[in-house]
Each structure stands twice: as C-alpha cells, then as structure tokens.
C-alpha cells in the first residue's frame, strides 16, 4: 500500500508498505482523508523531539470500515464512516487510575510515537474506532484537532457566567472558542492573523483581539469593565503567550495550557499566590469530546471549507509541506486525499 513517510528534517516522501493484519479485536480502515497537524510540521522540521525517524505521520482521520475482526461489537459494520482516537493508554498508571486515559504516562500517538495514518490501510483497536454518524471522511479529519479545544473547555469547567480568553485561533483554537460559546460564555478569541480573526467571530468569538497591533491589556480591561478574563487557554505554545495569560487572567481566573513551548517560560510566580490561581494542563481529548464535536458538527454550522486549507494527493504532500514551513500562520489544515 501507499503510504507517506518523513526519513529525516525536510524529507519526505511516498513509500510502499505492506498492508496491514487485522487482528480478532480490531478493524480494518480504509483512509479517505488524513490531515496534517501541528505536530507533523514540527516532525517535518526536526524539532519534535517525541518522534523517532523515519515515521509516517498523521492522526487526523477520515477513514471506512473496510472489515473488522470476530471480536468486534456489531455496532461497527463495513462501509461505515468513521474516525478514531489516535491515543493509546496503558491502564495501569496514575492517569488511568483516574479514568483520564487522555492523559496516560505512556501514551503514544499516532503519527509521534508511533507510525501514524498517512497511508492507504490501517488496522485499530475497536474501541479506537469512532462511528462519525451523519459527516463525511473529509469533515472526519477536523473531529480530533477540535476534540483537542473542546476537552480544554471543560478542563476549564467553562460557564456562561465566564469571559474566556482564546489565544490562538488554530484548529484547536478554533474549538476552543466554539465550545466555549456553546456554554454560553463570552468569548474573546487572540491571534496576530485578521482573517483568523474573523474567523473565530464567525465561529463564536464576541471579540477579537489582534495582538500583534492592538494593546491587549486595555482591551481586556476594556471588554471585561477592569477584571480580566475569569479563563484563558493558551493554544499557542510560545513564552509571550504563556506569559500573556498569566499576566492577563482575572484573579482567581483560570488558566488552561494547550500549547507546548519550545523553551523554557519565565514567570511572575507572584501572580500564582497574589490571584490564586488555577493552572492546568489539557491534553489530548477524551472520547466524550470527540462526540461533542461530531454531535456540533452534525448540525451543518461549522464553516468546513474555510477550515481547510488546501487538498492534496500523496505525491503533492512534500510540496504542500514545504510551503507551510514557510508561511504557517496562514494555514488551518492540509488534509491528504487517500481517495
């Protein structure tokens, strides 16, 4: 079968692979559409230091049940459009002791830790296998980047008696402040790009807020009559922005991590004691958020094709990468078409 792999920093090519066997408990996926992540073009560039080359990347899915194995539930039946849970757990640590597999020491990944989607046939564990009802395999690949914003929204036990501050208007972002507005909070969304912006607007956001050019304490103070906003999630991953939702969150506010850094963030720990405030991790999604926004995006709301940025076969995929490396912030998703 066809499969993309990334060998070494800035190489990437199509490869031939056998396909793969299908166990008693798993099924057998036939890729539709694959999107390429955040985490891929770090991989691509060499700086995503969970990844061990070569790899096939991905684990963005828009897939169908090609067969499943004797073991499998009758609710998964060939020809079904599904996607999947990229993420394994282990069952036995902390994490999983708590019920938030999410979150499993030893996780690994599709597409970091292990070899990923980007490929004509995949063979997954049942319970990885997500019936995406009424959406088609191309709307299947947005369901996990999304999952990712939604499951920080309820980390951060969003309300609608809440201003909440979204920093960075990506595919997580993005589900971030769609998740948020559900509950009914008031949501300011933050980016430095304006068609983002608009974006979010369109997607929930009350306000917006540029913070490449706007002064951002003043607006917030503005917007939220001098308290600050009661949440702020990061989805950005960088030290001004981790900085920036300290500095700016209401006392007592919370603040929820999504982003990693790629070096280490300096703080005001006073601000920790002074607000008392909650900091917390968001990782990955539980299968609840993945339902969530399946169920969202169902309804037909969801602006699909301003959130794609470009289709590619496998054989455009170097290309389509290179051009990203350049120019990231203006890319939401590139999805291959395995077709």
């Not at 793969?20 to 891929?40: A, I, T, W």
């Not at 009758?74 to 993420?87: A, D, I, R, S």
């Not at 769609?178 to 009914?184: C, D, F, I």
């Not at 030290?239 to 500095?247: K, S, W």
Request: net charge neutral.
């Amino acid at each position: 079968m066809k499969a993309i792999q990334i060998s070494e920093p800035s190489v990437m090519k199509v490869i031939e692979m056998a396909e793969p066997q299908m166990g008693d408990d798993e099924v057998l996926l036939r890729m539709r559409y694959v999107g390429f992540c955040g985490s891929d073009l770090n991989t691509f560039r060499g700086g995503n230091p969970m990844v061990k080359m070569p790899v096939v990347p991905g684990h963005e899915v828009g897939a169908e049940i090609v067969s499943v194995g004797k073991n499998v539930p009758e609710g998964l039946k060939p020809g079904m459009t599904v996607t999947v849970n990229p993420y394994t757990n282990c069952g036995k640590c902390a994490s999983c002791r708590n019920g938030r597999v999410n979150a499993c020491e030893h996780n690994e990944t599709l597409g970091v830790q292990r070899w990923g989607a980007m490929c004509e046939y995949l063979a997954m564990p049942w319970e990885k296998v997500i019936p995406a009802g009424l959406l088609t395999p191309r709307t299947c690949a947005l369901v996990e980047p999304m999952s990712v914003g939604f499951h920080a929204v309820s980390r951060a036990q969003v309300t609608d008696i809440d201003v909440v501050m979204v920093i960075g208007c990506g595919m997580v972002g993005m589900g971030a402040v769609v998740r948020s507005a559900q509950r009914g909070a008031t949501v300011v969304a933050a980016d430095i790009d304006d068609e983002k912006l608009a974006l979010a607007k369109q997607m929930g956001a009350s306000y917006t807020i540029n913070t490449k050019n706007e002064d951002v304490h003043a607006r917030l103070r503005e917007m939220t009559s001098g308290f600050g906003p009661d949440v702020v999630i990061e989805a950005v991953g960088s030290i001004p922005t981790y900085q920036m939702a300290v500095d700016e969150v209401a006392f007592t506010g919370r603040v929820i991590c999504i982003g990693y850094a790629k070096a280490e963030v300096s703080f005001q720990t006073k601000y920790f004691v002074q607000k008392e405030l909650d900091i917390r991790g968001s990782r990955n999604a539980q299968p609840s958020d993945f339902r969530a926004v399946i169920h969202y995006l169902e309804r037909g709301t969801c602006p699909i094709n301003k959130l794609i940025s470009q289709e590619v076969k496998p054989e455009e995929a170097l290309a389509a990468m290179q051009e990203w490396d350049k120019n990231p912030g203006k890319v939401f998703r590139i999805l291959v078409d395995f077709k």
